[in-house]
């Protein structure tokens, strides 16, 4: 689903590509990402292999960045870096 070449043009929104601010979620994420990145728990190929795992249904719902933080969550989870009660405790405080 991730390679849309072929589909058919009706299929696919046009890209927006006029600049656009990032807000505080997004940054954060990055931000995120960019610290696992240097400290070698998370690539970018791990990253974007978590985003084309996220079920079609749920990406084309999802915000870039929220894929983003959906694949970075999934890959400390499968690693092992976190538990799901740990994540389950973190999002309850909030």
């Given at each position: 689903?991730?390679d849309?070449?072929?589909?058919?043009?009706?299929?696919?929104?046009?890209?927006?590509?006029?600049?656009?601010?990032?807000?505080d979620?997004?940054?954060?994420?990055?931000?995120?990402?960019?610290?696992?990145?240097?400290?070698k728990?998370?690539?970018?190929?791990?990253?974007?292999?978590n985003?084309?795992?996220?079920?079609?249904?749920?990406?084309?719902?999802?915000?870039y960045?929220?894929?983003?933080?959906?694949a970075?969550?999934?890959?400390?989870l499968?690693?092992?870096?976190i538990?799901?009660?740990e994540?389950?405790?973190?999002?309850?405080?909030?």
């Open positions: 689903m991730h849309l070449g072929g589909v058919s043009k009706f299929m696919c929104e046009a890209v927006d590509a006029e600049p656009h601010a990032l807000n979620f997004d940054r954060t994420v990055d931000a995120i990402r960019g610290i696992l990145g240097g400290k728990v998370m690539g970018v190929d791990e990253l974007r292999r985003i084309e795992a996220i079920p079609e249904a749920d990406y084309h719902h999802l915000s960045y929220q894929r983003w933080i959906r970075i969550t999934a890959h400390l499968r690693q092992g870096v538990t799901e009660s994540l389950i405790a973190a999002m309850e405080e909030g």
